[in-house]
C-alpha cells in the first residue's frame, strides 16, 4: 500500500484531479495507492479550519498503516511535511517522485527488495574522499530494469568527484560493482551517500553473491596496495 502525498490548497479542485491521476498510474504498476484527497475530501473540507485538521488526523492515520509513501512533485506543503516527519518519526519508507506523471522516474524495485535511500547512509550526505570506499548510488540513477538494492551498492574508484571538495571542471565519480564489475561514470550529485553496516548486512542477506563479491573485492584491494 503506497500513501500518495500532494498538494491540496491552492487549485482544490485540480489539485484533487492531479491526485486521481497519480492514483491510477499507480494502480497500473500492480501497487494499491491511498491518496487521502481523494479519500477524506468527501466530507472534509480543507477551506474549513476544524475539518482540515481532522482531515489531516485521518491521514496520518491512513499513512501509519501503508508500506510507503511517495510525495508527488516538487512541492512540498506545509500539510506534506506533517506527512514526511510523520513517516519518518514513524519508520515509513518514503520516496521523493518530481514527476509523478512519469512512471519510469516511480520508485519501483525490480525484484521486491525495498530501494535505498538517505536513511540507508551514514550521516547527511558525502562530506568526505569517498575514494576506495563503498557508497549507495540513487535509484533514479537507474533504468527502471534495473532498478533494484542490489544496484544501488558499488565502490568508487577514481574521479573527480570523489574528493570532498569536488572538481574543478568536473564532478564525475567512477564506480565498480562489487559482484559483476560492472563500471559506470556518475555525477557526485547521484551518490546518496556512504552505507550503514546493517545496510551492507542486509544486502548480503537479500543477494548470497554480495558475501562474495565484497570480500573477494577487498581481497583485491589489499593485493594491490601490497605490490
Not at 490548497?9 to 491518496?35: M, Q
Not at 534495473?146 to 570523489?162: F, K, V
Not at 562474495?212 to 601490497?226: F, H
Request: net charge negative; proline share 5%.
Amino acid at each position: 500500500m503506497v500513501y500518495l502525498a500532494s498538494p491540496l490548497r491552492g487549485d482544490y479542485e485540480g489539485n484533487i484531479k492531479k491526485a486521481v491521476e497519480y492514483s491510477r498510474l499507480v494502480s497500473e504498476c500492480g501497487l494499491l495507492p491511498l491518496a487521502p484527497h481523494i479519500i477524506f475530501s468527501q466530507w472534509c473540507n480543507d477551506t474549513i479550519p476544524e475539518q482540515r485538521e481532522q482531515g489531516l488526523k485521518l491521514g496520518l492515520s491512513l499513512l501509519e498503516k501503508c508500506d510507503e509513501m511517495w510525495v508527488m512533485g516538487k512541492e512540498v506543503s506545509q500539510g506534506m511535511q506533517g506527512e514526511v516527519d510523520f513517516a519518518r518519526e514513524h519508520g515509513i519508507q518514503t520516496y521523493f517522485v518530481p514527476y509523478p506523471t512519469l512512471k519510469e522516474y516511480y520508485p519501483i524495485s525490480t525484484d521486491g527488495i525495498r530501494l535505498l535511500d538517505g536513511r540507508d547512509c551514514i550521516g547527511e550526505g558525502i562530506k568526505e574522499d569517498m575514494e576506495g570506499r563503498f557508497v549507495l548510488l540513487s535509484y533514479e540513477s537507474l533504468k527502471p530494469e534495473y532498478r533494484n538494492a542490489g544496484n544501488q551498492l558499488w565502490t568508487a574508484t577514481h574521479g573527480p568527484g570523489c574528493r570532498a571538495g569536488g572538481g574543478n571542471f568536473s564532478d564525475t565519480v567512477h564506480l565498480v560493482h562489487p559482484i559483476d564489475r560492472d563500471r559506470m561514470a556518475v555525477s557526485r550529485r547521484e551518490i546518496l551517500g556512504f552505507p550503514k553496516e546493517e545496510t551492507v548486512e542486509m544486502l548480503k542477506n537479500a543477494y548470497p553473491d554480495f558475501v562474495s563479491g565484497i570480500v573477494g573485492y577487498r581481497q583485491e584491494e589489499e593485493e594491490e596496495m601490497c605490490q
